[in-house]
């Protein structure tokens, strides 16, 4: 028996010793892939040699002596440290993720072949100036420099993904640059999908209910429209679920998480040290890592840092020594799908204004790991792509005998958007920035700039130029052959919103609607924001100067106008009402909620229960006001709509009669449903996090999920891949954290500001910037997560333009030289 122990306890350590080797092996391959920041290259086609100075964050500053070697440089430090972020973002462009991850994205892919993104990006390449073509060039040789070093030198596949996954790694191209803008683009614009849910509704709900759940902003008139099954007759109501985009590989997003964002700027008459002043955190979904990367490039025309994205040779937000721009998403109604009638004799033709015409077609194949290719065929209308029915769910509102087209600005060929965004990095002030935005097309953004003299707004992006008599207003899908539903081509630039300097010295944009003016000069329907913006004008109005300070606590402000708003308004019947309740019951637990929520001061802090309880009460609230009349169509509004509510507890036009179950007999008060919901709410948050209320935290259900949209659903490989931090803010928050709303955890915060900056031109080296995760994407990289903890906190790293600083603390100097 000793003998038997003694050899199990052997073979036990053996096998130990076996699995540490392994580890041991597995670590040395993986953190082969880790550059060296102190490592020196000899590059052929260099004019001369090029700094990259790492500073103490890993935030490259980029020193050459000609541009071309400025973005050669950057395209080399871009790919060092997110080359598998990069590859999947021009594969996702490009409809090949199937070749890498199977089955899983083949939706995906077809529906990226249907747009033909890539294949725009590739026509657009020679539609760009000559600046703008030879720093695209450059960096793609900067790209592909690195990627010569990884096949020479043994560099662990240049990322631990590629271990994994296919280790192919075609040559950059400056197509691939102008393929990923395009890409951030379809992921910045909703509005497809937006008509497919507004023709969906308006099949099931009269127009009173119609204006309730999809409300024009508040502040414009309601515009009539006309009834979906006037334009598309023979459609039938149809109650399946809308399916979401659950994978994170997907860059279809349904409206909340299109793209948010912040932005506001003082003038110099604001600010108490005489300089501009300018705030920008644009919002996106959140990963592992972040989307962003900080770079700093010196160019000809001067210095810029700021914002990157890998893939891309651009400063999207930042500044120079004398301008700072940011960017916001300007919800510019950019989509219009068309219903498209098929000919009944000739299948292969579609109606249009002259007559029958045959659909351009093209076969295309999608190589599928581990799986047969799959064979799709490409329709294009006048109008555009043809949809497949799964998409956006259009299948559901298309009728018989036809099919479903999408018109959208980013499909315009010899798109511009690439030279525009260099001509803003290139700017001198606010006036040349503001033309340079003139060859934007997508997307849409809301340019806000602050140069040493003042501030400007510019709406920049392709606005589709309607036709007056089109009866849906773009709202709704349209009869594609009826003339007055086409595009009529894009309105002029000088129609697009701008402020310049205003009275007030403050300019701000939360998504908030810019402008109200009549279709079709009406730019969109339907804005990212009514609530954002009313706690941002508070904070404006506070103070009659502000500081670098001051925009930073308004970033970080996490005080929500919607529960400020909404539950005194809900609570209005139930507030310091009956007698105690014994301890232990619910009617106890209702009591002492309502206690907690009575002297709260809507502060979505994590620290603390309020925020979890209104949170989970107005979420059971609004699904029990629709669910009788929307059925399983009550899951497209998982996330609270402040402007509903308001308008059902306000009775505004008769809006409470959503609070009577209309399948009951007796007729419920709206106090009924709120009483009913708060104790749902209750039960539910009980059952997760026990029944002591006090001990409840907003930040244990809020917290931000930079996930790794690849391994981070791995079994063990998640818990090293994926960043949770507990956080505050909220859906409609300045410090916004945007709750997933769906599934066992709906409150994780899963989009937001994955950037923040503050740019201060009194002294602007004392501006500031900080990303959500890190600068690598290499989760074995001290770099991979060290911001992480600082945005959360609501801290910054200096924004400086002074090399010597970059130079003091530099974690690494990279000589790149010609031979």
């Not at 060296?36 to 935030?59: K, W």
């Not at 920008?280 to 025309?301: E, G, K, M, Q, V």
């Not at 000088?494 to 701000?508: A, C, F, I, K």
């Not at 004008?537 to 300070?549: I, K, N, P, Y």
Request: charged share 20%; proline share 7%; glycine share 8%.
């Amino acid at each position: 028996m000793i003998r038997i122990f003694r050899w199990l306890l052997r073979i036990f350590g053996a096998l130990v010793c076996l699995g540490l080797i392994g580890l041991g092996i597995g670590y040395w391959f993986l953190a082969r892939s880790l550059p060296d920041y102190s490592e020196d290259f000899t590059i052929s086609g260099l004019s001369a040699p090029v700094e990259i100075v790492r500073n103490s964050n890993d935030v490259p500053h980029i020193f050459g002596s000609s541009d071309a070697d400025v973005f050669r440089a950057l395209g080399f430090a871009h790919a060092q440290d997110r080359l598998w972020q990069m590859t999947v973002l021009r594969r996702t462009a490009q409809g090949r993720l199937s070749e890498i991850f199977g089955e899983r994205t083949l939706a995906t892919d077809a529906m990226m072949r249907r747009l033909d993104l890539y294949g725009i990006a590739q026509r657009s390449v020679q539609a760009q100036d000559e600046q703008t073509q030879a720093a695209l060039r450059a960096y793609a040789d900067g790209v592909n420099d690195w990627i010569r070093q990884i096949n020479l030198g043994a560099r662990g596949r240049g990322a631990p993904e590629f271990f994994l996954f296919s280790n192919e790694i075609a040559a950059w191209q400056p197509a691939d640059s102008i393929a990923i803008l395009k890409l951030l683009a379809l992921q910045m614009t909703s509005k497809a999908q937006d008509e497919v849910l507004r023709a969906r509704m308006s099949l099931i709900l009269s127009p009173e209910q119609l204006r309730d759940i999809l409300p024009d902003d508040p502040q414009a008139p309601v515009m009539a429209l006309p009834k979906y099954s006037e334009l598309a007759p023979g459609v039938v109501p149809q109650y399946t679920p809308i399916r979401m985009a659950e994978d994170p590989l997907s860059p279809f997003h349904a409206a909340p998480f299109a793209g948010a964002s912040n932005a506001w700027a003082a003038a110099p008459s604001r600010s108490a040290a005489g300089g501009s002043l300018l705030a920008n955190d644009p919002h996106l979904p959140f990963s592992a890592p972040t989307i962003w990367y900080l770079a700093r490039l010196t160019l000809s025309t001067g210095s810029v840092i700021g914002a990157t994205i890998p893939g891309m040779p651009l400063i999207l937000s930042g500044r120079s020594d004398g301008l700072g721009w940011g960017l916001t998403t300007a919800y510019v109604d950019d989509q219009d799908l068309h219903i498209e009638e098929l000919s009944a004799d000739h299948p292969g033709e579609y109606r249009t204004p002259d007559g029958w015409a045959p659909f351009r077609t093209e076969r295309s194949i999608i190589q599928v790991k581990d799986a047969a290719p799959v064979t799709i065929t490409l329709r294009w209308t006048d109008n555009g792509p043809v949809l497949p029915p799964s998409q956006f769910d259009a299948g559901t509102v298309t009728p018989p005998g036809h099919v479903m087209s999408l018109s959208w600005t980013g499909l315009q060929e010899n798109d511009t958007s690439m030279t525009a965004a260099m001509g803003l990095m290139r700017a001198h002030d606010k006036t040349e920035a503001m033309e340079a935005g003139r060859l934007y097309v997508a997307p849409a953004q809301n340019l806000m700039l602050a140069d040493q003299d003042g501030i400007a707004l510019q709406t920049v992006g392709a606005i589709p130029a309607r036709d007056a008599r089109m009866p849906a207003q773009g709202r709704l899908p349209s009869p594609g052959w009826q003339p007055e539903n086409r595009w009529q081509g894009i309105q002029p630039y000088e129609n697009n919103p701008r402020q310049v300097d205003p009275p007030s010295g403050m300019l701000g944009n939360t998504n908030n609607k810019t402008v109200d003016r009549p279709f079709p000069d009406h730019v969109s329907f339907d804005w990212g924001d009514t609530e954002r913006i009313q706690r941002w004008l508070s904070l404006m109005d506070a103070r009659e100067v502000h500081t670098r300070e001051s925009f930073i606590e308004a970033q970080q402000d996490t005080v929500s106008t919607t529960m400020r708003t909404i539950l005194p308004l809900i609570g209005a019947d139930m507030w310091f009402t009956g007698e105690a309740a014994p301890e232990g019951t619910p009617e106890r637990m209702r009591q002492r909620a309502l206690e907690l929520l009575a002297a709260w001061n809507g502060d979505m802090n994590e620290h603390m229960p309020e925020p979890l309880i209104a949170q989970a009460w107005l979420s059971a609230l609004q699904d029990r006001l629709i669910r009788d009349e929307l059925g399983p169509m009550a899951d497209q509004f998982a996330h609270i709509e402040p402007v509903f509510l308001e308008r059902v507890f306000s009775d505004t036009d008769g809006a409470a009669a959503w609070c009577d179950v209309v399948q009951s007999a007796e007729k419920e008060t709206c106090t009924d449903m709120a009483r009913e919901s708060l104790d749902d709410a209750l039960l539910w948050l009980s059952e997760h996090y026990g029944r002591n209320i006090e001990s409840w935290r907003w930040g244990d259900a809020h917290q931000a999920t930079h996930d790794d949209p690849v391994l981070g659903n791995l079994p063990v490989l998640r818990y090293l891949v994926n960043i949770r931090q507990s956080t505050s803010g909220g859906d409609d928050t300045l410090n916004r954290g945007l709750t997933k709303a769906r599934g066992p955890d709906p409150f994780l915060n899963v989009h937001g500001a994955g950037y923040r900056g503050v740019y201060d031109f009194a002294d602007p080296d004392s501006s500031v910037f900080v990303t959500a995760t890190g600068q690598s994407g290499h989760p074995l990289s001290r770099f991979y997560d060290d911001l992480g903890g600082l945005w959360r906190r609501g801290e910054y790293v200096p924004m400086s333009l002074d090399p010597e600083l970059a130079r003091a603390a530099a974690v690494g100097i990279t000589h790149l030289t010609p031979p």
